[in-house]
């Protein structure tokens, strides 16, 4: 009976990884791909004008 428990945590934690790469393949592209590439525009345009900003020595 020891190997039974021994055996699944590794089988559980393999269901939730397995589970978490569905969901972020699933989350990829469709109607949310346009709003998480904005952000990303919006956050690296910010980075940029930060950047320009500041004075060089």
């Known amino acids: 009976m ?3 428990s021994a055996l699944v945590p590794p089988f559980v934690m ?3 990884f397995i ?3 569905v969901t972020i393949v699933k ?3 469709g109607a949310n791909k346009a709003k998480e590439d904005a952000a990303v525009d919006a956050a690296l345009s910010r980075a940029e004008a930060v950047q320009q ?3 060089r020595p």
Do not use: K, M, T
């Open 2 to 4: 020891d190997y039974v």
């Open 14 to 16: 393999a269901g939730f």
């Open 19 to 21: 589970a978490l790469v």
């Open 27 to 29: 989350s990829q592209g």
């Open 53 to 55: 900003a500041q004075p």
